[in-house]
């Protein structure tokens, strides 16, 4: 009789696009969320926790064709009497869940609704550098409210967002523009002559692209390029650095120059963005002019709330969710340096991004609800920080209590159960207790700032031992004999002054 097929053993791997978090890295995202979420409680807003799964249909975006029906998410059909169930799928952001939970609470919510959310979300994308399939977001949004007094409060929470988890002004800059504005070059743009790149065809009927959108996509690169780069890629193409040619849209020279008045608009102050803004738009865009209107309020509103230009900024560069956003767009950038992979300098770039979309709720009551919002990348942030120097890579580990003698575990407990109703982190050590210093070894991998030593001799005197953990790695690392003798990094203490020691020695790291 043939031995049954051994098993093979899984593969101890997380899978491509996923990533594990440890220690430092989750509890220093649990305080960055802690402190946002402070700020978006401080300005009124609720918190919501939605459902990570959502059917396709609710999520929209991603709705499915017929031959892909989990294009771009995490998807699956449940299973029915007929075969034919419901398509579930993660979400793949905090807005879409949002948009179904208003349309199906509406009545039992206030209007306007203003919430908050964090957490998971996930993207069935290719991966790379950076980019995974998983990651969290932080978002807030007022659903039912008209007025561009709401997107101008989300761009100041926005602000003290960044300055509560410590990016100080000067580091970063909320930009905004508007769609409206955007519309409204656009017509501009199609109202001048349109090129023919053969008789009687325009370049978008020839070449085959939406032309707006190829425009639209040329402006977001404004920074990178260059007033010239972006009259090149809208016109016959450039060179980039590398030497490959770039295909431009194939504008006419007159809608270039429409684009790029557009783009050169931003000024010294907010007050000449918009006064440059309403001369390209007057008289020739109502949508345009309208665009300008609320920027110009926006600003206002702003500025008598004490946000000027230091912090938030109007920029007509700004390009977000062509298909998406309908009023003010805004994000957040970090304007500091830092060194890429390649060891070259590079400004860090965006955070958050949000902006007005009012027709998101419309899908499902057919009725357009006003909404605007933001959404914070917390892991972005976190990195920013890492790189500033600003935040440390390793968390302080507990106080280590050693076991020099297993039979007395209760007294190991007992000092370990005063330390921790004293608010300090502590465990005793439940390791193989018989190699003293493999329990050190094992409070260095810990990062622990203090270890307590009790001992037969110790107990019988009343006494215990303190190594502080910290001070004696700085000695080792820099002192010399003399002052490795003068600051011994261990030290015998009365029992009873166990814990005001230990406190005074985290006192003194801090």
């Not at 043939?2 to 989750?26: L, N, S």
């Not at 519309?183 to 707006?212: H, K």
């Not at 419309?362 to 976190?382: C, M, N, Y």
Request: overall charge negative; glycine content about 10%; charged content about 25%.
């Amino acid at each position: 009789m043939a031995k049954p097929k051994k098993q093979p053993r899984p593969k101890a791997e997380t899978p491509k696009g996923f990533r594990d978090y440890f220690g430092a890295e989750v509890s220093q995202r649990a305080a960055m969320l802690r402190q946002i979420a402070g700020v978006y409680h401080r300005y009124g807003f609720d918190a919501l926790e939605s459902s990570a799964v959502e059917t396709v249909e609710a999520l929209g975006k991603f709705l499915p064709d017929v031959d892909r029906p989990n294009e771009g998410v995490f998807a699956w059909q449940e299973a029915d009497e007929t075969g034919n169930g419901d398509w579930l799928a993660l979400r793949y952001d905090l807005t879409a869940p949002l948009a179904r939970v208003y349309a199906q609470h509406r009545n039992d919510l206030p209007t306007p609704y203003r919430r908050y959310a964090m957490g998971p979300v996930w993207r069935n994308e290719k991966p790379g550098p950076g980019r995974f399939r998983q990651f969290y977001q932080c978002d807030a949004d007022t659903v039912g409210a008209p007025s561009v007094a709401a997107d101008a409060e989300i761009c100041a929470m926005l602000a003290d967002c960044l300055e509560e988890v410590g990016i100080p002004r000067g580091d970063y800059v909320v930009r905004v523009n508007n769609r409206k504005v955007l519309n409204g070059v656009l017509q501009i743009m199609e109202a001048n002559v349109q090129p023919s790149w053969a008789e009687g065809e325009t370049n978008s009927e020839l070449r085959g692209f939406d032309i707006e959108a190829a425009v639209l996509r040329t402006m977001d690169k404004y920074d990178k390029v260059g007033a010239e780069g972006v009259r090149q890629l809208l016109g016959k193409g450039r060179l980039d650095e590398s030497g490959a040619f770039i295909e431009g849209v194939g504008l006419a020279e007159d809608q270039i120059s429409a684009v790029v008045d557009f783009l050169k608009s931003r000024s010294d102050s907010n007050e000449n963005t918009l006064d440059n803004l309403w001369s390209v738009v007057a008289g020739r865009s109502e949508v345009g002019m309208t665009g300008v209107t609320e920027l110009r309020e926006i600003s206002d509103l702003l500025l008598a709330q004490g946000y000027g230009p230091d912090r938030i900024v109007i920029d007509p560069s700004v390009v977000r969710g062509l298909g998406y956003y309908t009023g003010p767009v805004f994000e957040a950038e970090l304007t500091f340096e830092i060194l890429d992979e390649k060891g070259r300098k590079r400004q860090f770039g965006s955070v958050a991004g949000g902006g007005r979309y009012d027709d998101l709720v419309k899908r499902f009551t057919g009725q357009e609800v006003p909404a605007t919002g933001v959404s914070i990348g917390v892991d972005r942030l976190l990195a920013a920080l890492h790189a500033k120097g600003r935040m440390q890579s390793h968390d302080t580990g507990p106080v280590v209590v050693t076991v020099m003698d297993r039979e007395r575990m209760a007294d190991y407990q007992a000092m370990v159960g005063e330390l921790r109703a004293a608010g300090i982190r502590a465990e005793v050590y439940l390791g193989n207790p018989k190699n003293f210093g493999n329990q050190l070894k094992y409070a260095d991998k810990r990062n622990s700032p203090v270890a307590v030593i009790e001992g037969g001799d110790e107990k019988v005197r009343g006494v215990v031992q303190i190594k502080d953990l910290i001070l004696g790695a700085q000695i080792a690392e820099n002192a010399t004999l003399e002052e490795w003798k003068e600051r011994p990094s261990q030290f015998e203490v009365p029992r009873a002054q166990l814990v005001e020691k230990v406190r005074e020695i985290l006192g003194g790291q801090g």
